[in-house]
T-cell receptor, first 113, second 115 residues
Framework: GENVEQHPSTLSVQEGDSAVIKCTYSDSASNYFPWYKQELGKRPQLIIDIRSNVGEKKDQRIAVTLNKTAKHFSLHITETQPEDSAVYFCAATLSGSARQLTFGSGTQLTVLP | GAGVSQSPSNKVTEKGKDVELRCDPISGHTALYWYRQSLGQGLEFLIYFQGNSAPDKSGLPSDRFSAERTGGSVSTLTIQRTQQEDSAVYLC?????????????FGPGTRLTVL
């Protein structure tokens, strides 16, 4: 089955700096890679996703890159703000199938004011 | 429309008791998933349902765990003879399966504490 590894487990950055979180996956059949943000005590919420037919996707301060050959994908947050502080999870699955999401172990991002 | 809802939001039980957790998915979503999140940990897949197909139970940690989905909508996760290691937040998610669209929407979770 799919295995997703995520690092770092914790990340502290100064407000305004960039943050990068990296994930690798094992199943070459996976083609859908979402990122979820989970604030303390709240449910995970999708912030951005990417499919394997593109290499990069951007939404304002958030971007995700995918290297399908190397089987890794990354989340980039620019101009970080204190409200970006949360746990971020990457995941992988096969789009259109009923396969469950396989999640990474999470990254606790802290943006220091 | 309404999102995924779960009940109860919190459940405290004694070791050895049975508990039932409920999930109401988004109307029209054919796929329903249960995950478990232990304190400070990632999301562990438990089980999913897709339409009328047999559920994928491959993530259930033991035979004390079972789940049903009635009428293709509401789902109940049952844990029998609860143990302290069952303490966690149980999250339900649903999705509208489509070739090009697979976002899973999560409910608020049920925090289970086994004393």
């Amino acid at each position: 089955g799919e295995n997703v590894e995520q690092h770092p487990s914790t990340l502290s950055v100064q407000e305004g700096d960039s943050a990068v979180i990296k994930c690798t996956y094992s199943d070459s059949a996976s083609n859908y890679f979402p990122w979820y943000k989970q604030e303390l005590g709240k449910r995970p919420q999708l912030i951005i996703d990417i499919r394997s037919n593109v290499g990069e996707k951007k939404d304002q301060r958030i971007a995700v890159t995918l290297n399908k050959t190397a089987k890794h994908f990354s989340l980039h947050i620019t101009e970080t703000q204190p409200e970006d502080s949360a746990v971020y999870f990457c995941a992988a699955t096969l789009s259109g199938s009923a396969r469950q999401l396989t999640f990474g172990s999470g990254t606790q991002l802290t943006v220091l004011p | 429309g309404a999102g995924v809802s779960q009940s109860p939001s919190n459940k405290v039980t004694e070791k050895g008791k049975d508990v039932e957790l409920r999930c109401d998915p988004i109307s029209g979503h054919t796929a329903l998933y249960w995950y478990r999140q232990s304190l400070g940990q990632g999301l562990e897949f438990l089980i999913y349902f897709q339409g009328n197909s047999a559920p994928d139970k491959s993530g259930l940690p033991s035979d004390r765990f079972s789940a049903e989905r009635t009428g293709g909508s509401v789902s109940t996760l049952t844990i029998q003879r609860t143990q302290q290691e069952d303490s966690a937040v149980y999250l339900c998610a649903s999705s509208l399966l489509d070739v090009n669209y697979n976002e899973q929407f999560f409910g608020p979770g049920t925090r289970l504490t086994v004393l």
